[in-house]
């Protein structure tokens, strides 16, 4: 039985489906040879990232295909209704990144209340000649212990943003039409741990009253979650964060906010137009960057490999 994972997979997802008798074929396949590729090899399963697309003209085309696999949460890269409407199992791994993705969130939110976006740029060009000037100009960094972080969405990964924010310290508010009440377990290494109740709030709450704002929802089909009007809520001198996905901020506005004073940093893991973001939101200094590495840890990987491995396993009944 062959898997195509096409856009790689683990060592230990491998290594669990090798052990069960897959034969698992980890080329990357160029989208536009991906329909004659699975038929030469007669694929039963297809496992990706967020670069291979999955739409109903590659599904009418591969009859092979049994499951397809996302590694990750989102699934906006595969036509997941039209693949189960022909009997094709559709799985992913909506737990296995969560914390790789929170700590992400606290490594720009750090990143921007002490400037290192910038000073990274600058200290190698001007740092052995205008050393005490950027020190001056970065003197205005910020804590977080103390601070209200905004959470927009109370999902698995905005509940784990949450017991990294209650750990630091900060006050914890969100949003979530969805989830009314969230309670959080925040176990330390002792084994001793705390719970906290969070109950949501309607989102203009939460954007009034935040000092930094993350966001954990869905693509958007019907516009922005963050645009103009929602900037204009948000406190002076905020911070945004964006793990989630590309489009849930209107990029434009952001840029207006930023360069007014309105928003003091963003950090962005997503993109609108991935995988070739605007150069100006490349180059804004005060905007912090990462090419959607949200679930890209070691942990993570090994914990999405294994998952997926145990779905495909089960759904095929190998034991």
Not at 10 to 19: E, V, Y
Not at 60 to 89: F, L, T
Not at 219 to 244: H, L, P, R, T, W
């Amino acid at each position: 039985m062959k898997v195509l994972a096409n856009d790689g997979l683990d060592q230990s997802g491998i290594d669990a489906l090798t052990a069960k008798g897959f034969e698992v074929i980890t080329t990357k396949v160029p989208q536009e040879f991906l329909i004659d590729y699975i038929n030469e090899n007669k694929i039963k399963t297809i496992l990706v990232r967020s670069a291979t697309q999955v739409r109903k003209e590659l599904i009418d085309a591969c009859p092979s295909i049994e499951i397809i696999g996302r590694g990750g949460v989102g699934m906006d890269n595969i036509d997941v209704d039209y693949a189960r409407s022909k009997n094709i199992h559709v799985i992913n791994t909506p737990s296995a990144s969560s914390e790789s993705v929170a700590e992400l969130v606290f490594a720009h939110l750090f990143a921007g209340a002490r400037f290192l976006p910038d000073s990274n740029r600058k200290m190698p060009v001007v740092g052995d000649s205008e050393f005490a000037k950027l020190k001056k100009s970065y003197e205005k960094g910020i804590e977080l212990r103390g601070k209200t972080i905004g959470i927009i969405g109370m999902g698995r990964i905005g509940q784990e943003v949450a017991r990294i924010a209650l750990g630091l310290g900060m006050r914890v508010i969100a949003a979530d039409s969805n989830i009314g009440r969230a309670s959080i377990k925040v176990k330390f290494y002792n084994n001793q741990f705390i719970n906290v109740d969070i109950e949501t709030e309607p989102l203009d709450g939460v954007l009034e009253h935040a000092d930094f704002i993350t966001l954990h929802v869905p693509a958007q089909k019907d516009g922005y979650m963050i645009s103009e009007k929602e900037f204009s809520i948000m406190k002076d001198g905020v911070a945004v964060v964006n793990c989630s996905r590309g489009g849930v901020i209107d990029e434009n506005a952001l840029i207006a906010a930023l360069n007014s004073g309105k928003v003091a940093f963003a950090g962005l893991d997503v993109f609108i137009n991935e995988p070739t973001p605007s150069k100006e939101i490349l180059t804004h200094p005060k905007i912090s960057l990462t090419p959607h590495t949200g679930a890209s840890t070691l942990e993570a990987q090994d914990r999405i490999g294994l998952s997926l491995a145990e779905q495909i396993c089960s759904i095929l009944q190998v034991h």
